[in-house]
């Protein structure tokens, strides 16, 4: 069996594409941080600049998504992009009960819940006593690339320092103090050589672990040998991809199963296919509105969570890439009026639907791979599908989860 086969993986494009409410809004707090990863996506300008975005930025954002009815019934507000604990805890405890409190007065059917998303190197008690307060409302997630070996090779500080025993630290923190954490673990090549202490390291943190996901960087980084990939890398992927599979596999049947998103989603899409239901999972991952952006200064992206306004700067001719607006300068409600949008829905609907008539994995692709469709096509549109970031972040893993269903002929909805 391979993806071509599955039925129903190539799939007429439902409609347009209509914008969404909200169901996440990603603040970015400060663009500073007090580390220097390697692959961090940031500019070293913005890491470096110790900015804090004004409350009222925020409040004015969600205070216009509820006048616009744009706000889902579950709506999450996640801090994220620059390290957010180099803000004090009364930042967020301010943050959280205004927001809290404008959706309880002016939208009471929104129910509010909090994202943080931190290197861990500044947990102490006082932001232990803060998730504390806050853990009805608030998810934790920490980044961490496991043992030493592998964390310390991209995640250093500003002195070349290793920042593993900070991270350490801070998960130990919130381990004395029974605070459950997601973690999100950064995959390059050094993880692909070691798979099993990459895997064994979190799977002895696994009490502590909410969930625990990891990310392929989104785009090699060009001379890097650990940081790139290419299409020539398919087979290896997939054989680190298959690797994962088989250790989640092996635990669970040990009954000490570690909860790994990459493969659960994975399988649950693949268990979708077919299915008269099945969503279209590229189409939703960039549905427009349904991740909302906001930097410090007030530039509003959507598309894609964490989205940035350097990313494609030029592309619509104004020189903020796919950046709505400035809320400090322009309504939400003008935005959404705006040409640039309609522009912008348009040339995604276009590419969703050139990957649909074209790509045997768009019924199972989760999306987020489109834009850089455009970034290698620069301006013409993408008129190429494949790229090697779907070769390697959708292929090889898809392919090696059809490996590993058919090794000892499961069916495709065994681990639903
Ligand atoms: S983004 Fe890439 S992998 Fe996904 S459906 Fe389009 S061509 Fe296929």
């Known amino acids: 069996m391979n993806a071509s086969s599955m039925p129903g993986t ?8 209509a914008l969404r409410p909200v169901e996440q809004l990603v603040l970015q707090g400060t663009s500073f941080c007090n580390i220097n990863c390697t692959y961090c996506d940031l500019s070293e300008e913005s890491r470096r600049t110790k900015s804090r975005m004004p ?31 180099t803000l ?35 947990i102490d008690d006082a932001w232990c006593d803060f998730f504390e307060r806050h853990a009805r409302v608030i998810r934790l997630g920490v980044s961490c690339d496991g043992p030493p070996a592998l964390h310390d090779a991209f995640r250093i500080d500003r002195r070349g320092k290793s920042t593993f025993e900070r991270t350490l630290q801070g998960m130990n923190a919130l381990d004395a103090r029974g ?42 980084v060009a001379g890097m040998d ?42 649950e899409r693949i268990a979708t296919v077919g299915r008269a239901d099945a969503p279209s999972f ?13 930097d410090t200064k007030g530039n509003v992206t959507t598309f894609y ?23 400090q300068q322009t309504a939400l409600a003008q935005m959404l009026q705006s040409t640039k949008l309609t522009v912008m829905l348009g040339d995604f609907a276009r590419s969703h639907h050139r990957c649909a008539q074209t790509c045997d994995y768009y019924a199972v692709c989760p999306g987020g791979f489109e834009l850089i469709q455009w970034l290698d096509q620069a301006g013409s549109h993408c008129d190429a599908p494949e790229t090697t970031e779907c070769i390697i ?24």
């Open 226 to 267: 650990d940081l790139t990939y290419a299409e020539t890398d398919r087979a290896a992927f997939q054989r680190f991809y298959r690797r994962v599979f088989d250790w989640w596999e092996e635990k669970r049947l040990e009954g000490s199963a570690l909860p790994i998103r990459n493969v659960s989603q994975t399988l």
């Open 88 to 122: 004090p805890p009364t930042y967020y405890t301010a943050m959280i009960d205004a927001i809290t409190d404008l959706c309880a007065r002016r939208a009471p059917h929104v129910s509010v819940s909090f994202d943080i998303q931190t290197n861990g190197t500044l």
């Open 305 to 327: 969570a964490g989205l940035d306004i350097a990313t494609q700067a030029d592309r619509y001719g104004d020189g903020n890439g796919l950046a709505l607006g400035n809320i």
């Open 393 to 416: 972040h959708v292929k090889a893993l898809t392919d090696a989860a059809l490996d590993f269903i058919e090794s000892a002929d499961r069916s495709r909805t065994e681990y639903r």
């Open 10 to 17: 190539v799939m007429p494009l439902s409609g347009t594409l």
């Open 282 to 294: 590229i189409s939703e991952t960039s549905a427009p509105l349904r991740s909302l952006n906001m």
């Open 55 to 85: 409350p009222e930025l925020a409040l004015k954002l969600v205070s216009e998504l509820i006048g616009t009815d744009l706000l889902a019934r579950e709506f999450a507000v996640v801090w994220h992009s620059g390290e957010p604990l």
């Open 179 to 220: 605070i459950k954490y997601n973690v999100i673990a950064v995959v390059t090549r050094k993880t692909m050589a070691d798979p099993q202490s990459f895997l064994e390291f979190f799977h002895a943190r696994r009490a502590s672990l909410a969930d625990f996901h990891f990310n392929v960087l989104a785009s090699p």
